[in-house]
């Protein structure tokens, strides 16, 4: 049974910080590519950050310069570090585990508010 849970999430003013993390448990292994996706309302998912098994980091434009992803292998956690966070970040977060290249898992959602 492969659990992802999420924490970290919450309301906050602009210019704000907070830090998100995804914690992996369960027949995931060997876990590939780590990341995190938002999805505001009547909007699609998207891609915020994600940071591959060497460490290679890839950010969307929207969140560069504020927003800083990182892994700890030995825990299975991937956790996304936002700072000066605007009103327009204001979605639900997901983390997304790559088990392998094939097989991907998704958490259940974070909400992250930013009050103007």
């Known amino acids: 049974q492969v659990q992802l849970v999420e924490s970290g999430g919450g309301l906050v003013q602009a210019g704000g910080s907070l830090r998100l993390s995804c914690a992996a448990s369960?027949?995931?292994?060997?876990?590939?590519?780590m990341g995190w996706y938002r999805q505001a309302p009547g909007k699609q998912r998207e891609l915020v950050a994600e940071i591959a098994s060497g460490g290679t980091t890839m950010y969307a434009d929207s969140v560069k310069g504020r927003f800083t992803i990182s892994r700890d292998n030995a825990a299975n956690t991937v956790n996304l570090q936002m700072n000066n966070l605007k009103p327009e970040d204001t979605a639900v977060y997901y983390c997304?585990?790559?088990?392998?290249?094939?097989?991907?898992?998704w958490g259940q959602g974070t909400q992250v508010t930013v009050s103007s």
């Open positions: 369960g027949s995931i292994f060997p876990i590939n590519t």
């Open positions: 997304k585990i790559w088990s392998g290249t094939t097989v991907a898992y």
